[in-house]
């Protein structure tokens, strides 16, 4: 039972244009929501959270929104760059156990 | 700082063998979390250390085991190693719960054959 679902595997834009990554989640009791970005033979790093009290949350070209009544967060990279290539993961956590769980992971590419 | 580093980068065991994996946390953090990452997906919760205790735990059978020392530095041990126990494992270090972010290690890429 996948509780962190990205569905779409993979996403390509133009460079200087908008990316929009989209994560839902299946359990209500998340309350606390992190982005990945992971580049080859690297491990993850992180990039931007939100606590479920906001609804969203910038820090530079990164804006992070949270829906909670439709269990959905999104990020969105303005202007996007050739450097973002990279695999963006959303994570949740419910911190009464304390635990980070992960989505599959979405392919950003960005075209020059 | 030297970040999170794991050891080995790589490594190749035969189905059937013990494996154990090291990580060193960034300086400054006190708990230590292991995920597996198979190809294709996401990382998946192991388990999470802190005060030298397993603290959280995900599905993962007890062949999956782990250590953290007094200096919070951590080990991963797998026992009786299968195929399908080849992936990357990712070790992250944060400090305290899981509302604040972690750091990641490159990673042991685990291969049984």
């Known amino acids: 039972d996948q509780q962190v679902k990205q569905n779409s595997p993979s996403l390509s834009v133009q460079e200087g244009r908008i990316s929009i990554l989209n994560c839902d989640y299946t359990?209500?009791?998340?309350?606390?929501f992190l982005w990945y970005k992971k580049y080859p033979a690297e491990g993850p790093t992180f990039l931007i959270s939100i606590s479920s009290i906001k609804d969203k949350n910038e820090d530079g070209r990164f804006t992070v929104f949270l829906n909670k009544s439709a269990k959905h967060l999104s990020l969105h990279i303005v202007p996007s760059q050739p450097g973002d290539s990279a695999v963006y993961f959303c994570?949740?956590?419910?911190?009464?156990?304390?635990?980070?769980?992960f989505g599959p992971g979405t392919s950003l590419s960005v075209i020059p | 700082d030297a970040g999170v580093t794991q050891s080995p980068t790589h490594l190749i065991k035969t189905r059937g063998q013990q494996v154990t994996l090291r990580c060193s946390p960034k300086?400054?953090?006190?708990?230590v979390s292991w995920y597996q990452q198979a190809l294709g997906q996401g990382p998946q919760f192991i388990f999470q250390y802190y005060e030298e205790e397993e603290r959280q735990r995900g599905n993962f059978p007890d062949r999956f085991s782990g250590h953290q020392f007094p200096n919070y530095s951590s080990e991963l041990n797998v026992n009786a190693l299968l195929l399908g126990d080849s992936a990357l494992y990712l070790c992250a270090s944060s400090l305290g719960s899981a509302n604040t972010e972690a750091f990641f290690g490159q990673g042991t890429r685990l291969t049984v054959v």
């Open positions: 994570a949740a956590s419910d911190t009464s156990y304390d635990k980070v769980i």
């Open positions: 300086s400054g953090h006190d708990t």
């Open positions: 359990n209500s009791m998340f309350d606390y």
